[in-house]
């Protein structure tokens, strides 16, 4: 490869895409000549102009290009976007990878970006007067939709053929042409339809085709809010925050476009006007009918953006978003917020957002976690308490102070998935995770399925409501100044655990003498039924996952009858009003938990060997 013989000096903020066409033109050859010169061009596709090359330049392309064009490495990588990869998140969704094509983000404008035509009209030296100003790499961002500098909004479209409409095209335009002008328009217009030849449209667009005065002008608050997101594209903003804020901006952008109109009543009338032609855009599929989709994309409008990307980033500073998140999802899709299509979306860029709106949205995107599969995974939320110190089945007295107001009749239901959410809360990982760390086998989960989530609300348990009183709690639990209780070893020690023959001997002789004489108070089924309920008091699980190891060592067909009792046998232990034996059985076996679990929170040594069926505290 020999350096060409002329070159050309990049200019401040210039994209590869704009140093290809202004070099070009200095030595008039096309952009695919320059790229096949480079070595860029992959064998059996010698036409292919990889989009690509604009986001990122692997070491060898780099510097094979610097070579040609008498560059240093470091200029030829600053310009691609590769500057912003970490700090907006579409550039890296965008790159290529193992197996992977390039797929362009629909935040991102590869080909065809809006342009400034004072900036491409030059600074009126010599250099730009010959091959025109810069088309700036931040064009190809849709946050940018004004020139700070000339205080206008970008133009979106060419004046003369209204190209590129609402596609994108690819990174370049008729690449092999070498006869156009840089700040010439390089989409093709067909002047005759019976020619076969096509045409480029070769409109100059670097000159305003209207009168300052008949076009719309950014305010100062548009400006200002323009400089501060271009302000997140580099220090001192730290990187995190950046990458986060964007993703923020665009699920606020996409929650006022899927709710539009409904989201209309957040902004002033200027506002809404601008942004109101977009979203009937959005809203209206074939045959005019409406579309449920969210289109995941800023309107490409610099205006329209520019009023939608700033209603979205003063709705993200709201104190009441979560109200607004599920009243306006309610209100546009006649639905819970967790089956809109904006809780799919969300879904799929939680990762990426900032710990503010995952608490926002997590409550109001689906009314409890889902337990199957990896979904749900995140990472653990700061708290002072730990996971032992929650039992699998809420305390009664926490749930009656604190959720009791928005639990509806589907108690069961909420102190399951209450108790499992402050788990996953402060250990992190997936719901399922949490469920297991309770004591509830994969088996087992049915119970706490989808089932029971639109059980939940169909009886009116308001998910907002449900998160506000479980985090009340968690900062009750984690400034608490009592000892909190370790269920985890409770849970252990009784591991499948039964009360003793001899336990429960002297159990039944604390009975009333008139007791003593039902038979059923000596079968081995009334032992494990009485054994179960100790294990609920003791643990606070529920009865559903308490260890049945007398029931596992029956005959399959005693087993099955077993099993056909339990919830019949559990009703007398359980209800309000039990018959009297029931009564005085459970104030036994109440006073028998209360020793045994302040054995094993001691650490008795007692209790050590207690799992099997012969041993016993004393």
């Known amino acids: 490869m020999h350096p060409l013989p002329r070159s050309l000096e990049p200019l401040s903020g210039e994209s590869l895409v704009s140093y290809l066409l202004r070099l070009g033109h200095r030595l008039d050859l096309s952009p695919l000549h320059l790229i096949r010169a ?12 990889p989009g690509s090359l604009l986001l990122d330049l692997p070491e060898p392309q780099t510097e094979a290009f610097a070579r040609l064009t008498g560059q240093t490495a470091r200029e030829v990588s600053a310009l691609t976007l590769a500057q912003w990869r970490d700090r907006y998140p579409p550039i890296a969704r965008s790159l290529p990878g193992p197996g992977r094509l390039m797929r362009p983000d629909p935040w991102l404008y590869i080909g065809s970006p809006r342009f400034c035509p004072s900036c ?36 979106a479209e060419c004046p003369h053929c209204g190209q590129p409409h609402d596609t994108q095209g690819p990174l370049i335009q008729r690449a092999n042409d070498h006869t156009l002008h840089p700040a010439q328009c390089r ?23 209207a009168p300052a005065r008949d076009r719309p002008q950014p305010t100062t608050d548009v400006l200002r809010f323009q400089k501060s997101l271009r302000g997140r594209l580099k220090s001192p903003t730290r990187t995190t925050d950046s990458s986060e804020y964007f993703t923020d901006l665009r699920l606020a952008t996409a929650l006022i476009n899927a709710t539009w109109p409904h989201s209309r009543d957040l902004l002033d009338d200027d506002t809404a006007e601008r942004i109101d032609s977009n979203a009937q855009k959005l809203h209206v599929g074939p045959g005019r009918r409406r579309n449920q989709q969210v289109h995941d994309m800023p309107p490409r409008d610099p205006i329209a953006c520019g009023a939608l990307l700033m209603a979205a980033d003063r709705l993200l500073l709201r104190d009441d978003l979560p109200d607004l998140i599920s009243d306006l999802t309610r209100a546009a899709f006649g639905s819970p917020s967790s089956r809109t299509p904006w809780a799919v979306l969300y879904d799929r860029h939680k990762g990426e957002c900032s710990e503010r709106l995952r608490q926002v949205a997590e409550p109001v995107t689906r009314t409890f976690p889902r337990v199957s599969g990896r979904r749900g995974t995140r990472g653990p939320l700061r708290s002072g308490y730990q996971p032992e110190h929650i039992p699998a089945f809420l305390e009664p007295d926490w749930h009656e102070r604190y959720l009791a107001s928005c639990a509806g009749s589907e108690v ?12 996953q809360w402060v250990m992190g990982g997936t719901y399922d995770d949490a469920a297991q760390f309770l004591g509830i086998a994969p088996v087992q989960s049915h119970l706490l399925s989808a089932r029971e989530t639109r059980r939940s609300a169909w009886t009116g348990c308001n998910p907002l409501e449900f998160d506000r009183a479980l985090r009340a709690l968690a900062s009750d ?19 499948e655990w039964v009360l003793s023959v001899d336990a429960w001997n002297a159990l039944v002789r604390e009975l009333p003498p008139t007791l003593v004489q039902f038979r059923t108070l000596t079968d081995d089924r009334k032992r494990q039924n009485a054994s179960v309920f100790v294990w609920t008091l ?10 049945r190891p007398l029931e596992a060592a029956q005959p399959t067909e005693i087993q099955r009858q077993w099993a056909a009792r339990r919830n019949t046998a559990w009703f007398q ?12 059985l459970r104030g036994v076996l109440a006073n028998y938990a ?9 650490g008795a040594g007692q209790i050590i060997n207690m799992n099997t069926p012969g041993n016993h505290a004393q």
């Open 412 to 423: 069961k239901s909420v102190r399951r998935a209450a108790a499992v959410r402050l788990v």
């Open 594 to 602: 209360q020793r045994l679990a302040r054995d094993i929170d001691s």
């Open 573 to 584: 232990f359980s209800r309000p009003d039990p018959l009297r034996h029931y009564a005085d």
């Open 538 to 547: 003791v643990t606070r699980g529920e009865h559903l996952f308490a260890p």
């Open 38 to 49: 480079a070595g860029w061009i992959k064998e059996g596709n010698p036409n292919h102009f």
């Open 187 to 209: 989409w093709t217009v067909n002047a005759q339809a019976a020619r076969r030849k096509s045409f480029a449209c070769a409109g100059r667009l670097d000159h305003h085709t």
């Open 120 to 155: 491409l009209a030059g600074d009126g030296t010599r250099v730009q007067q010959l091959h025109g100003g810069p088309w700036l790499k931040l064009w190809h961002l849709p946050i940018v939709f004004a020139c700070t500098e000339h205080r206008i909004y970008l133009e």
């Open 477 to 495: 639990l984690r400034t608490s100044r009592q000892p909190l209780v370790d269920y985890r070893r409770r849970r252990q020690a009784l591991q």
